[in-house]
């Protein structure tokens, strides 16, 4: 079994920082990549950044120059950087990981974690 596990989210003024944290654990042979994706209440979820591979990124165009996603590989952690937070960033916060267990070897499974609330309100 793997699990993910969010951490980090809040209530955080407009301009103002939050740092999110992704746990992956259990029987994780390989992680090909770490991401986070949100969805606002009465919307789509969405994807907001990635990490393929070693260092490759991808953000979306809502949060680029404001939100930095990256990896500890050794730990098998993500985190993504919010800076310069918007009312419009408020939303439950998702990680998502593409990876190859023991139960899936040598296929890779698509996990999410369960989910952190980031509000941004003044």
């Known amino acids: 079994q793997v699990q993910l596990v969010e951490s980090g989210g809040g209530l955080v003024q407009p301009g103002g920082s939050l740092r999110l944290s992704c746990a992956a654990s259990?029987?994780?042979?390989?992680?090909?990549?770490m991401g986070w994706y949100r969805q606002a209440p009465g919307k789509q979820r969405e994807s907001v950044a990635t990490v393929v591979g070693s260092s490759n990124t991808v953000y979306s165009d809502s949060v680029k120059g404001r939100f930095t996603i990256s990896r500890d590989y050794g730990k098998n952690m993500a985190y993504l950087q919010m800076n310069s937070l918007k009312p419009e960033d408020t939303a439950v916060y998702y990680c998502?990981?593409?990876?190859?267990?023991?139960?899936?070897?040598?296929?890779?499974?698509?996990?999410w974690g369960q989910g952190t609330q980031v509000t941004v309100s003044s």
């Open positions: 259990g029987r994780i042979i390989s992680i090909n990549t």
């Open positions: 998502n990981a593409e990876i190859v267990d023991r139960s899936s070897w040598p296929a890779a499974s698509d996990y």
